[in-house]
């Protein structure tokens, strides 16, 4: 990392610098474990001990902290530590190590446009009339599809697979491995399928007769707003007429899967995971823990929170907390649950009350 | 993508074709977004009003719609909407943009064998003594192990990994990711393992001593039939001894995982994040939601269907439809459910049933 | 394979070899399938039919079989079944197949180094000043980021993506797609999230209100032990300041995905699709099952089992057995779940008393 002075760190994030503020820092590092050129991360008391263990000489500190009986030569104090450590973090990741232009073994197609100040790495490929906005760096073996429109600033880790006629917004950011466009999985029975015969009548048995699976191309393909963030391996798919879409703003971790023709809205967020089946509608800042499930052909609320490993079979309102399997909101949650830790002793209760109720009856 | 005339589409799809059918569509859209070169899907009377709002000349209708008094120039009706959805966007799937023959940045192994009319992409690893059908294509980044045998017809998207010995029929298609014949996940202890002993007594607490685990090497690849589709980030895993196996006409969603020595039945579904553990026995038909999990070395009938979410911990006969965590029948997992749900309700009316019980004591 | 003879074979295993121990085989079979040069693995008497309608003639077999009567020509005897398996099949498992040395189309970094005996396949991209040990065997279209450094003997399936200043021990396996280094999924929001607020509230509604999400950069990498495997797909994210840990021994499959700031002991074993959130402490030993999910910031202590589809939300004491969503000791959850599926009829039982309880009130 190159070296930043601890003026131009509070500067950056907008705090107050103390002490010798022309000294200079090439990494962070939690206080413990610091060296003299770290700046330490201590943006609680619960620190103080840990800087006196490392040998930090400067500091991220919490607001007031007395940066000089804590034998420090400069400090940068702040308010809320995990918004310092964003702004901390941006200054000091240099991001993949990637030579300016078009690595001479990547290839670009007849027609694609590569926007100024890129950077595209070993053994890419660029599909015909792509267009990629300025200043991208797309990393090695990443593969953009013919007629792909990528926006400005997006950084494309090694091994991306982005599909053709995607349109994605600025400042997008996919981590290796994760796929947009792939075709959806749809498929249709020239009768009726047993899955749908199934969900109608709830029933434990089924009639087992064989069905073949007719596929149905996907030509919707995706379109991604601005500022989305894709984690590694995850999976966005193509529409089947329409695009799938994902409004500005929303971030999605690793391995999640977001099916055909979805409509995601802006400022979500979906831990690792998370599973969304085909045409389902989701509102504008939806929070989804890890592992979370959803049905095709349901929608999902504004601001909607659920659980980790909730599994959502219905629709959901806006402004709703859930949790289970299915899904029910989260007092309702806690309060079935809390009953089924009590279900046995309940139980026995009944039998003894069963028994008490029945004796009167022999001995009237 | 290619212009095609009403009556062509007509003709493919088997339908009936009215009004001015030598009309030219060059794509397929939603009624009120169809441009005058798009072919408007309202396979549905509710779709009238979209018709008028777009600007489509032809539409796919419902059967006996009045295509004029829609406005239209032309149109084709159908019966079952989604078999006719079917059949257009097969037509009109351009597929990767890939050129014939074998790229020159490809690299095919000694002794491999391509088919006649394949196209192989940038990049794309062919290993020795592999055979590749007639008219295959493979995107760039993919690579086939030595000694595999991919059948004709094949979609290979960006990325693919099919490992050695793998053997696949005709018409695969792999999403970008999927991993055909990675090794098994199999280990030993030198004696009992405690994840075996905690099946065994079902106990709360274990000795919680630590072992070591032994590799098992998997020497015996992957069987795939023909009409087999694997989405993106999937993985089917190579068999110890024997091959992991999967019958003709399944399908596989993205992020599913089969393990090693699974047998697979035919025309099964699988949707997305679905996990089958080791040594699996799976019959034909069976359809499964996202995320169901099946845990290992038991089997699970022909014809069964598992709803989204569903963890299978025990053998589940032919025919049967299962839920819940652990799989239970539908039915009784509705019952079962509907009584969790009043389950407080039920602890609060015991309560008063244990007061006016217990009262009569008091009082006699 | 190779072909290696009786002798050879029972050396490798510490076993006993019996009859014509020159004779050679090439390859390992299930008895029934078995070829005249194949060793027919029958460590059990149930597979003795098995044998006679096979065509081996050697066979691995239980301890004290009588190898003449089952018509072999050899044999050789072992005691626990998967243990000689592990060692028969590391004996058998060529690996992939890669020529000694870097291939020309392989991209090493200025100041990189390339251990002796590796063997660096097509397509590969090794980052600046990377260190990569003896024997390493890299296959097609992986990555290794800069200043990464990856041990002895280690086994890089194809398109194996591993980020920048991680650090790996030797003999590391990683299979096709697995990811070890990407960013961490780490935002905050300028005033309190309304998943915080959720959490602590355990509400069933929450306001719904916008918010947007800033993103917290990855600068700690991650540091993996000896001995560790990682499976298909798979991913390990990099730390936000120290890095995420996994120690040595830790065998991890596919799909796994563990997040920044973890800290995994010795020994552990994830099965597929495991999910563990941000700045989750694992201890030694530790088994999770297919599909079990862990919430951030939590521990687990050393030797924990956890059962498939287990959804662990709060601090797991050392040796616990847990199954379950939410997690219960696995004896407690096998009471509580027997209750619920006895539950509707002690609704019915309930419904029974109130009516005899409450008639005596009437007829008072």
């Not at 804590?70 to 990637?98: C, E, N, Q, Y």
């Not at 053709?164 to 290796?176: K, T």
């Not at 379109?223 to 695009?243: H, Q």
């Not at 909730?310 to 959901?316: G, P, Q």
């Amino acid at each position: 990392m190159p070296a930043h002075t601890i003026a131009q760190i509070a500067a950056a994030l907008g705090a107050e610098a103390h002490g010798d503020t022309d000294l200079s820092v090439t990494g962070a590092a939690e206080p413990q474990s610091a060296g003299p050129d770290d700046l330490a991360l201590a943006m609680d008391p619960k620190y103080a001990d840990g800087l006196a263990a490392g040998q930090a000489r400067a500091a991220l500190l919490w607001p007031g902290a007395d940066w000089q009986a804590l034998g420090l030569k400069a400090a940068i104090t702040v308010g809320r530590a995990r918004m310092a450590l964003s702004g901390l973090t941006r200054m000091l990741d240099a991001g993949p190590d990637l030579a300016d232009g078009v690595h001479p073994t990547a290839i670009v197609g007849e027609g694609a446009k590569i926007g100024d100040g890129a950077a595209i790495g070993p053994f890419v490929v660029i599909g015909r009339d792509a267009r990629i906005g300025a200043r991208a760096r797309i990393d090695s073996h990443a593969s953009v599809g013919a007629g792909t429109v990528i926006g400005d600033d997006a950084l494309l880790h090694a091994g991306v697979r982005i599909g053709a006629q995607v349109r994605i917004g600025d400042r997008f950011i996919a981590q290796p491995g994760a796929v947009v466009g792939a075709d959806g999985f749809s498929y249709v029975t020239p009768e009726k399928s047993r899955a749908e015969a199934a969900r109608e009548t709830m029933a434990g048995e089924n009639d087992a007769e064989a069905q073949a699976w007719v596929r149905i191309h996907s030509l919707g393909a995706v379109v991604l707003g601005d500022d989305i963030e894709i984690g590694a391996n995850a999976c966005i798919d193509a529409g089947t007429i329409r695009p799938t879409t994902i409004g500005s703003g929303t971030k999605i971790d690793n391995q999640v899967h977001v099916a055909h023709n979805c409509t995601v809205g802006r400022d979500c967020l979906f831990a690792a995971q998370v599973g969304i089946a085909g045409s389902v509608t989701i509102g504008d800042n939806v929070i989804f823990g890890g592992k979370v499930g959803v049905v095709d052909n349901i929608f999902v609320g504004n601001g909607v929170v659920a659980g980790g490993g909730t599994n959502i079979l219905s629709n959901v309102p806006e402004g709703r907390v859930v949790m289970g399997y299915p899904a029910v909101k989260m007092d309702t949650h806690v309060e079935m649950y809390k009953a089924l830790r009590r279900l046995p002793r309940l139980a026995t209760e009944v039998a003894a009350l069963k028994n008490s109720v029945s004796k009167p009856d022999v001995t009237d």
